[in-house]
């Protein structure tokens, strides 16, 4: 299907996801029609009047930047990431992250901007999130986008835990939002701690990771 022009609003669901994941969040709408099969998914979604680009699969910071990119094509206004981090501090799973400021390491928008160390969501749409999901107790944290192999270099990895939270694409979606001028605010979903890093994979914590997913797209479009 194409469009010339896609809704204002935009969701990006970071992360790969499976086939009936991505059935489990379209069956959250009333309608949908896929736009995209690329490097990532993206689908036009319908909830009552309300109308949502639907983007699957942004994994890692060069497919974030190329989705911020062809949206912007295509005229959306505004992008809320919901996707999983990992914390630096022994939370729950499923607690709710909002980053208010994101450490540059992801190694895409530190080699664009070598003296850029943070970048930060806008704003109004950051609000709007704070506001979404406030029953929730979100967390307000800074936190650090890195590269996709960084458990595998210990220089990064001590970086890493200085920082609240660890995760791969929030730097370069605030970065080329603001480039060309869209507006952007992430919420993230712990998936993991220092003790159960090594049990992420266990159906149960999935399971919780996974519904705490579809609330935030529940309550995202309930409210936007």
Known sequence: ???????????????THSKDQIKRVLRLFDSHKQLTET????????????????????YGSVITAEAVS?????????????G?????AEVPIGSYVLPNKVRCYDGLTNLLSPKIKYVYP???LFRKTKRILDKESPRIETTISVPTFFYTDKRIERIAKK???????????FYFSKK????????????DTPKTF???????????REKRILHAIRLVVRET
Request: glycine residues 6%; contains cysteine; proline residues 1%.
């Open 39 to 58: 490097l990532f998914q993206s689908y036009l979604v319908k909830k009552g009047k309300k109308k949502f680009l639907l983007a699957f699969n942004i």
């Open 180 to 191: 060309l001028n869209i507006k952007s605010t992430g919420i993230l979903v712990v998936s």
């Open 163 to 173: 920082y609240f939270a660890v995760e791969i694409e929030l730097s370069s979606l």
């Open 198 to 208: 090594k049990k992420m994979h266990r159906e149960d914590l999935f399971e919780k």
């Open 1 to 15: 299907m194409r469009l010339k022009k896609f809704p204002q609003n935009a969701i990006f669901l970071g992360g």
């Open 84 to 88: 999983t981090c990992g914390a630096n």
């Open 70 to 82: 062809c949206v912007h094509d295509k005229s959306v206004k505004n992008i809320i990431f919901i």
């Open 122 to 124: 806008n704003k109004e």
